[in-house]
């Protein structure tokens, strides 16, 4: 299909995406990478009655470390992050996500701001932002305001940023070096959005797991955690038992609504999998 | 009602194409629909099947999820445009030799996939060729001969610069 017809303001700079914002209110979107909007829009699933294409702020692009975090643009691509020694080295979880992020085509252009902003409960870097606590910076003409991943994600295709203000970047912890992280995902073809999908990052003292966060893509309208697995595996040795354990206690996390691509069921069944096989892994990794 | 149009000024295979373009219009539909290059395909128009890439600032898109107004300023090549400059030559080779064409609907788009992977991923083992065009649907081939096809010219390219070390 074809688009609902639009106005298109191409912003030079950050004023220029506020003042279109205040004229134009809940009816604007603004435009990054447009990989999931310009589908919404072809499906009209979208029908905003202005663009405001900010691909052009190159403020908003780039890594970069800053003391103990990583902060990345909005704008940058997801071909980026993937070519990115920063993220190979420091965040570790986010570069085992970004190959499981749709086609080569789509990550030339698509956003890491665009899918966080999106909100998509099926996507990656929601998950991961969520299991590494990342924290997200929002703009709005009167100043900047900062607001955990455990506070951003809201609904379905809700997120903390209200209709005056903009995502302008993520900052991710730098991961200590008695961390183990695993991202894994299960999709009917590699790229596209999962039936279940798991992000993983624990601190082990010795052979005993100390911190962990586990959370869990397309499970619910937004990423969630898992509390009862997490619980589980504090304090214990990676071990058959665990395992079993922790298995048992994501059933009681876990209460998804079946989709087009698997039934609830399923989609449980399969989230037991991905742990077992994201604990085996996490207890034979060594740095 | 008017369609709302914008002033835009880009290139498309070395071309300068200065006019007034449709906002709501995505780039393969002003190529083929304004342009008459009809090489890029529409297959899903939602970014799931691949037949309508294009080259921008020599980065492979998907043509249906870039506006064409959003090509301002920047350097648009096709199927046509890279197969007049001899780009594709050997990709277009390799895939008539192993029957990669078929249909041909998905061709174009494939073949500019084939290009990244020939440019950026020199070294791919065919499980990884098989991952790198997991965004583009082939119906005819079961993709086999065009791995086969994409896998050919990587060994061929790779012999070759043995040979002249």
């Known amino acids: 299909m074809k688009s609902p017809e639009f106005s298109y303001l191409k912003a030079q700079n950050m004023g220029d995406v506020f003042s279109a914002l205040k004229t134009h209110g809940d009816s604007a979107q603004l435009l990054a990478g447009g990989q999931s909007l310009l589908a919404m829009l072809n ?10 294409d900010i691909s052009g702020l190159d403020s908003l692009k780039g890594i970069q470390q800053s003391g103990n975090v990583i902060r990345i643009g909005a704008l940058t691509t997801h071909h980026e992050i993937d070519s990115s020694n920063i993220v ?83 900052e991710f912890p730098i991961a200590k070096p008695n961390q183990r992280f695993v991202f894994s995902e299960l999709a009917r073809r590699k790229g596209d959005y999962a039936m279940v999908g798991m992000a993983l990052a624990l601190s082990l003292e010795g052979q005993t797991i100390q911190d962990v966060a586990l959370a869990f893509m397309a499970m619910d309208d937004k990423p969630i955690l898992a509390p009862r697995a997490m619980k589980a595996l504090t304090g214990q040795t990676i071990n058959p038992q665990t395992i079993s354990q922790a298995q048992a206690a994501l059933d009681e996390d876990l209460q998804p609504a079946g989709d087009l691509s698997a039934n609830a069921a399923t989609k449980k069944y399969l989230s037991r999998v991905l742990l077992s096989r994201a604990l085996i892994q996490a207890g034979a990794t060594h740095v | 009602m008017s ?6 000024q880009f290139t498309v295979n070395g071309e300068t194409v200065d006019a007034q373009v449709p906002v709501r219009m995505h780039l393969v539909d002003y190529l083929r629909e304004e342009m008459g290059l009809t090489g890029s395909h529409l297959g899903c128009e939602h970014g799931v099947c691949g037949a309508c890439q294009v080259m921008v600032d ?7 999820l870039t506006l064409a107004i959003q090509a301002d300023g920047k350097n648009v090549q096709t199927i046509e445009g890279l197969t007049e400059s001899r780009e594709l030559q050997q990709l277009q080779a390799a895939f008539l030799e192993h029957n990669a064409f ?16 020939t440019k950026h991923h020199k070294q791919a083992t065919r499980d990884e060729i098989r991952e790198l065009i997991s965004g583009n649907y082939c119906r005819c081939t079961g993709y086999q001969a065009i791995v086969n096809a994409i896998e050919s010219v990587l060994v061929k390219s790779s012999s070759e610069s043995g040979v002249k070390v």
């Open chain 2, 58 to 64: 020599g980065q492979v898109v998907r043509g249906c």
């Open chain 1, 43 to 52: 499906l009209r699933m979208a029908n905003p009655s202005i663009l405001i």
């Open chain 2, 3 to 8: 369609e709302n149009c914008m002033h835009a």
């Open chain 1, 88 to 170: 190979k080295a420091h965040i570790p979880l986010l570069a085992q996500a970004v190959p499981y992020v749709a086609h080569l085509a789509i990550r030339n252009k698509g956003t890491i701001g665009g899918s966080l902003a999106l909100g998509d409960p099926a996507a990656e870097y929601p998950a991961v932002a969520l299991a590494l606590n990342a924290t997200l910076i929002i703009q709005s003409a009167t100043g900047e305001r900062r607001v955990k991943a455990s506070e951003f994600f809201i609904s379905l295709y809700r997120t903390a940023v209200q209709a005056e203000e903009i995502l302008i970047g993520v």
């Open chain 2, 102 to 117: 078929q249909c041909g609907f998905c061709s174009s788009g494939m073949l500019l996939t084939a290009l990244e992977i």
